[in-house]
C-alpha cells in the first residue's frame, strides 16, 4: 500500500491505496505526482511493524529502510504521471515518468 500526500490519501493509513503486484515482493502503482510529493509503503492499512521508505531518512536514495531506519519518500513529480515501482526483496524502489 501506499500512503502519503499522493492520490487524495493525505496520510491516512485506514485509506491507503493498493498497489498492483508485478512479482515476487514487486508491487506497482501509477499515479500523478506534484512537487513536493511524499510517500510511504505499507504492508497493511495501518500504521504497523511492516512499514518502509527511504533509507536512513527523508529522500530519493532509491533504497527502502525497515520501520525505525527509514524517512518519508521525497519527489519533485512536477504535476506529471510515473510508476512507482517497489522490490521488498531487494530492499528498493523507482520512480519513472510515464
Known amino acids: 500500500y501506499v500512503v502519503g500526500n499522493v492520490?487524495?490519501?493525505?496520510?491516512?493509513?485506514?485509506?491507503?491505496?493498493?498497489?498492483?503486484?508485478?512479482?515476487?515482493?514487486?508491487y506497482e502503482f501509477t499515479?500523478?505526482?506534484?512537487?513536493?510529493?511524499e510517500f510511504k509503503i505499507l504492508g497493511q492499512k495501518?500504521?504497523?511493524d511492516l512499514d518502509w521508505g527511504n533509507i536512513g531518512g527523508n529522500g530519493n536514495t532509491g533504497f527502502l529502510g525497515p520501520k525505525g531506519d527509514n524517512?518519508?519518500?521525497?519527489?519533485?513529480?512536477?504535476?506529471?504521471?510515473?510508476k512507482i515501482t517497489v522490490n521488498i526483496k531487494r530492499g528498493t524502489y523507482s520512480i519513472v515518468k510515464l
Open 71 to 82: 524517512g518519508n519518500i521525497k519527489f519533485d513529480g512536477g504535476g506529471s504521471e510515473y
Open 31 to 37: 499515479t500523478t505526482l506534484d512537487n513536493g510529493a
Open 46 to 48: 495501518s500504521w504497523g
Open 7 to 26: 492520490a487524495g490519501n493525505n496520510w491516512n493509513a485506514d485509506n491507503a491505496i493498493a498497489m498492483t503486484k508485478t512479482g515476487e515482493g514487486v
